[in-house]
């Protein structure tokens, strides 16, 4: 196999998961001492654990103004909403596209325009399934402002989903990082909610697949028009 041909399938791993595969890992070379035909199905969880905690490199748009999505998944709402009030982004709705993961979506998240970190906002809550409207209220989130250089916010929020546990964001107030750079991670399915400066206006649709750092959101610059998938 050429090199080119193996990198289309081996995609570099995040250090959250080394711990997960380690363990996935021993569990397998027990259940072959066990049983072999219970070892393949450990060593076919080890590969998926590994695959779940992939972390490709991503080929960012450059054009300024241009917001990329946040997340791998796919455009599960796309709505007015009042953001959440930890936020800080006032109580009018804002805009919001929300990328559902699944389970076999790469699970790292990556900052859609670049910009300041101004609030960096932890809430607990319920492990609702993340495509439910109801879970950007109910379920367990971490939610981040991003200040842009013209002033304008906007928000986006990691939802935790059905499976998920956990939600990570290494990312801190007063950090500022380019359109595309890692910013977080949420473990084994959940969802991103982005919340639009006013009057921007999203470029996706309900059921289009997004890929995190690479496939445009919205325009900046542009801030005219009818909200794309509204009447879906």
Request: aromatic share 8%; net charge negative; with cysteine.
């Amino acid at each position: 196999m050429s090199v080119s041909m193996l990198s289309t399938f081996v995609k570099p791993m995040h250090p959250e998961g080394r711990k997960f595969v380690a363990i996935a890992a021993a569990i397998t070379l027990a259940l072959f001492w066990l049983w072999e035909p219970l070892g393949w199905i450990g060593a076919g969880l080890t590969i998926w654990v590994y695959y779940f905690f992939r972390d490709p490199e991503r080929v960012t748009p450059n054009r300024p103004g241009l917001m990329v999505s946040p997340a791998d998944g796919v455009i599960s709402l796309l709505e007015p909403a009042v953001p959440p009030a930890e936020l800080g982004l006032g109580d009018q709705p804002m805009t919001r596209v929300s990328v559902f993961m699944s389970v076999f979506n790469c699970h790292v998240n990556r900052l859609p325009h670049e910009g300041t970190i101004t609030t960096v906002a932890y809430r607990p809550g319920k492990f609702l399934n993340a495509s439910l409207d109801k879970a950007s209220e109910d379920n367990e989130r971490n939610g981040l402002t991003v200040q842009i250089a013209d002033g304008r916010q906007y928000g986006v929020v990691q939802i935790a989903g059905l499976v998920a546990r956990r939600i990570l964001c290494w990312s801190q107030e007063g950090q500022t990082l380019g359109r595309g750079e890692r910013f977080g991670l949420i473990r084994f399915g959940s969802r991103l909610d982005i919340y639009l400066p006013e009057g921007v206006q999203p470029l996706v649709s309900i059921g289009q697949t997004m890929i995190a750092g690479e496939t445009v959101l919205a325009d900046l610059t542009a801030t005219t028009g009818v909200m794309a998938g509204a009447d879906e």
